[in-house]
């Protein structure tokens, strides 16, 4: 299984320019999961909460169309959350051609990086904890973003 965090998405003219924490997403260490020995970091007894991210803030966040009613709604608006995050990474995963049978799909970002294949989320923070890398980002691993958000499906 792979930890999805969440970010807002900065861009220009359909340019990217950065990306900082999602102030709605969350992280922090798992009560129940044993940390896998490719995680390394050592804020956490437990499993680290995330490995990755993709945008999720409501505000950047996709565009989509539905012809049924939502809430109020048709047409054309734009979704958010984690719920739009983890979709999207599940999506690079598929287009990155899946994971070898025997291999945690939730390694692969941990086996390269740093790495090239992901944009390294280093501002904001959300607010879940007084400053820690738990939940503030920062260059390399960080709790509310893990490894950063896909550039390429290198990283897959």
């Not at 807002?8 to 020995?37: D, I, M, Q």
């Amino acid at each position: 299984m792979t930890a999805v965090g969440g970010t807002t998405l900065n861009f220009s003219g359909g340019s990217y320019l950065n990306e900082t924490v999602w102030n709605g997403a969350g992280s922090g260490c798992s009560a129940y999961e044993t940390k896998p020995g490719w995680q390394t970091d050592t804020g956490c007894i437990r499993r680290t909460v995330a490995d990755v991210s993709a945008d999720a803030d409501p505000n950047t966040g996709a565009a989509v169309y539905d012809s049924v009613r939502y809430q109020g709604h048709s047409g054309w608006y734009r979704v958010g959350g984690t719920s739009l995050a983890s979709p999207l990474i599940a999506g690079i995963y598929a287009l990155a051609g899946g994971v070898a049978p025997g291999v945690a799909g939730n390694s692969l970002p941990y086996l390269q990086s740093p790495s090239t294949n992901l944009h390294d989320v280093t501002s904001g923070s959300n607010g879940n904890c007084s400053g820690t890398y738990l939940c503030t980002a920062g260059t390399g691993y960080d709790g509310p973003t893990g490894w950063g958000t896909p550039n390429s499906l290198g990283a897959f």
